[in-house]
């Protein structure tokens, strides 16, 4: 972290050198054409003063303008980390956040990648949960910031019409894709975790324990939109793992519900009168389309046409 910070550093001064130099000279003085020359000619063992790479500081620079730069998140990252932040958010302010994150989690490169194109700032902490009514202050605000609205599941290969049974089965057969979906701090305990009440049997979708809560986590999962039963069914499974599995130590066990769709208003009713703290969200299996290409994209129609038996060959035996 050390030689980040002071490459890191070094690469900030030389952007502010280059905007410095672009404002007495002028944009079109080839500035940064010819201080790559330079750079390569004083120092040519070193790396890294590619004209491509001195714009990379120039933008840093442009960024991040004021002397306290090497207090910030992003001072710490790798330089292929600044990189990606760079390349893929607008603003510092989005910048700071996942620098935030990536440092606390200690993120590659690869999974600092997925996390902003999964949108994990604008999805975290937005569930509708019962968290403040049913928890204390700090233990809320952590377990509410623990969830997110919605969860992509795309890394399953499952269609939309996947049962509840398939996504459990596949989630668990990914679960190193599943936890870091599901964010730093849970721990697998089980899949259909076995209960039993008064001689009955119940069957609990997913367990897991997260390390910085101190408390279960219930998770059921719905492939069906939310409907206000489902919550107290949750609430029952809250109740068991509380008298039966939940230790002196532990804090109160919280439940998760995912659904395929999520009414939020309904929910927010729903959870209302619920005794113990639980959060709705929505899960996607499918990653959304951007907006922009939706125009260039076939219609159904239009594939279908395109498929059709007047098309390609026929196949015998088939529909």
Not at 113 to 134: H, K, Y
Not at 177 to 199: I, W
Request: with cysteine.
């Amino acid at each position: 972290m050390s030689v980040n910070r002071e490459l890191v550093s070094l690469y900030w001064q030389i952007g502010r050198e280059i905007l410095e130099r672009q404002r007495r000279q002028g944009w079109g003085a080839k500035v940064v054409d010819q201080l790559a020359r330079d750079l390569r000619a004083a120092f040519p063992d070193m790396r890294g003063f590619s004209p491509r790479n001195l714009k990379y500081m120039r933008t840093l620079a442009e960024a991040w303008p004021g002397e306290e730069f090497v207090q910030y998140p992003v001072a710490q990252l790798p330089w292929s980390h600044v990189v990606t932040l760079l390349d893929k958010l607008k603003t510092s302010e989005a910048s700071e956040w996942y620098a935030a994150k990536s440092i606390e989690h200690g993120w590659s490169r690869n999974v600092l990648v997925m996390q902003i194109e999964s949108r994990l700032q604008e999805r975290q902490g937005s569930a509708v949960t019962n968290f403040p009514d049913r928890l204390p202050p700090p233990q809320s605000d952590l377990a509410r910031d623990t969830l997110k609205d919605p969860y992509i599941f795309d890394f399953l290969g499952l269609t939309e019409s996947a049962q509840e049974r398939d996504i459990e089965h596949a989630l668990t057969r990914h679960i190193t894709r599943f936890l870091l979906e599901l964010g730093a701090g849970f721990a697998f305990v089980a899949r259909q975790y076995r209960l039993e009440v008064a001689g009955d049997e119940f069957f609990i979708d997913l367990l897991f324990y997260h390390l910085k809560l101190r408390c279960y986590v219930v998770v059921e999962l719905k492939a069906t939109p939310f409907k206000p039963e489902y919550a107290g069914q949750l609430n029952f499974y809250l109740s068991a793992i509380d008298a039966q599995v939940k230790g002196s130590h532990d804090q109160p066990t919280i439940g998760l519900l995912l659904c395929k769709e999520n009414n939020r208003l309904v929910a927010e009713y729903a959870l209302r009168g619920i005794a113990n703290p639980m959060g709705v969200a929505e899960y996607q299996l499918l990653r959304d389309i951007p907006a922009p290409l939706m125009p260039d994209l076939p219609s159904i129609e239009q594939i279908e046409a395109e498929l059709g038996p007047d098309e390609g060959p026929e196949l015998s035996g088939h529909p």
